[in-house]
């Protein structure tokens, strides 16, 4: 497998934000856009991409493939999407591992799937199929979820390095998500994070939870927690320097903290460094 | 139970709001520290905050005429009949409009459905098919003599609507920041235009003689014909000036993207 381009330290690309970042030029590598926000006929959204992807490298990040439901593939969707990656050029294109709904309804949501070997099955064959139709290997990521089958036969992270290895796809490993779902489930973050198979992993996110007690929810709407900054930390010597980035969705604070966000992943790689450079001098 | 089975009793709580719905229960595993019903009630409620979230972004001058317990309720009732059949969210409110005609409820509510179709036509403006507006000078190109012969072609963005009387000035009271005084609806309609300029969506009332030029502008009938129209249907001696300044109001306002030159006889209509 050739690998992808090691981007850097991202962002999310947020209305919220279009001002400041063609205003100031921040420091940021790289920035991630939600496809389905771009998947329109014009206007300022596509108009502001273009000046962006002058800039920076973009990548591609969907919410809507509905990759695990069971209804046909959405062609019209795939179609769309295929226009914008031909628009973009996007160093990569990326979607979850989950279902947003069946008989043409969707319910606007990243929805859990029992890990069965019939649901891997179904995942692997679609997977194969859109990455045909892009013409491009595509990465799936961990989802967040507040619900588990009684039917699963594996755990979450032997599902996505079997899915990964029979559909030839790249992964997206969320950080948080990995957290919230482990809290939520009751199982060691920890082993997850050492199953996952390092070739391939290419992205990683970063992001805030909301904690409601006995369970956790992903919102993005939150700086990241202490827990899952001593996740990353993990992360990063198991998988190296991939492509990592902080998403927020909402309660957008000054760009100044995102970017004091991205300060604090560099600063863990440079102590990760620091500290492999000591052990092998 | 396979895959697709789950993936329907799944869905339909979730479309129904039955978060203790016992087949989707008896499918989960109990995590140690709370309830079944507690993570799957994360699906149920998200699907409602959300969806109801695309409406009160979509229409907030709606949910400032009916205030908030009753656009809650047209949410619940919207939201009841028409489950998200788009990928993409932004495209969620599309029939709000449409729904609230056909609704026995909601039918009777005329200054409620303008506002609504107002607001729909800004957010389709939004994000429509970009153009290049010509400017005034591209007028100017044409010798005054050819202008019977002129045909037109607007933004992608530009539609026509028929609302009830008084809407636009009910939307801009709406919309303003201070407490500014609501009309009242007189009987009636009245035509708006709604497109978009540069990025941000745009509107204006239509005066009757100018809905029915852009009308059949749009259709792409010359100037020449549209003249002969409005003069026949509106007062035929003020007919000429309107008609020249419709003209010059439709290119300051970044309306017309193309100017062509047709046969003088297109599309006539008899008198």
Redesign the interface.
Known sequence: MEPLPRLGYGLGLRPAYYEEILSSRPPVDWFEIISENYMIPGGRPLAMLERFRSDYPIVMHGVSMSIASVDPLDMDYLSALKRLVDRVEPAWVSDHLAWTGVHGVNLHDLLPIPLTREALDHVVDRISRVQDYLGRRILIENASTYVAFAQSEMTEWEFLGEMARRAECLLLLDVNNVFVSSFNHGFSAEDYIDAVPVERVAQLHMAGHTDKGSYRIDTHDQPVCESVWKLFERVRKRFGPVAAMIERDDNFPPFSELLAELQRMREIDAAILDGSERSAA | ????E???A??SA??SGAGKDPTVL????K????E?A???G??VK??RL??AE?LEEDFPALKTLLGDKRFEELVVDYVAGN????????Y?SARLPDFMQESDKWRGEAQAQGVARLERALSDA?????GDACALETLAAHAPQDWPRLVFAFH?SLRLLSLPAGTVELYEALSSEGAAPRPELSDGGEAAAVW?SG?DPAYRALGTDEFLALNEALAGKSFGVICQLVAFQQDEASAPERLAQFLVNWFSDGLVVALGEGDDGEGLAAP
């Open positions: 139970m396979k895959l697709a789950l993936q329907a799944f869905q979730v479309l008896a499918s989960l595993t995590p140690a520290a709370r079944r507690t993570g799957f994360v699906y998200a699907y959300r969806v695309y489950p998200s059949r788009t990928r993409n969210a932004r969620f939004f994000d429509a098919t970009d992608p978009r990025f």
